[in-house]
């Protein structure tokens, strides 16, 4: 069993810089991929950015490639999601999510959730 607890969402404005934390609790995290999805309001979840257990082999959707950083430290049982140039797209509930499936971008994949934060970018 894995329980993750999000942290960072906010209010920002386009073109603003926010890094979000997952805080994991429960054995072998550092075994899980980790994921970052969001969900906007009237829309489906859809994936963000994914981290193997290894932390050297990052994924990402096209639309945050290049703004967004996923990362994760095993020794603090934490993953964060760097987010850079933020636009008014980018708002919704992000969550942190693990599962045992490496390279997964679907909600199924993962088998543990976190409750969300939100993240509302104004332009």
Not at 6 to 32: I, N, P, V
Not at 59 to 84: H, P, W
Request: with cysteine; charged share 15%.
């Amino acid at each position: 069993q894995v329980q993750l607890v999000e942290s960072g969402g906010g209010l920002m404005q386009a073109g603003d810089s926010l890094r979000l934390s997952c805080a994991a609790s429960g054995r072998a995290f550092s075994s899980y991929t980790m994921g970052w999805f969001r969900q906007a309001p009237g829309k489906e979840r859809e994936f963000v950015a994914g981290i193997l257990w290894t932390g050297g082999n990052t994924y990402y959707a096209d639309s945050v490639k290049g703004r967004f950083t996923i990362s994760r430290d095993n020794a603090k049982n934490t993953v964060y999601l760097q987010m850079n140039s933020l636009k008014p797209e980018d708002t919704a509930v992000y969550y942190c999510a693990a599962g045992l499936v490496q390279w997964a971008v679907t909600t199924g994949k993962y088998h543990y959730w976190g409750q969300g934060t939100q993240v509302t970018v104004s332009s």
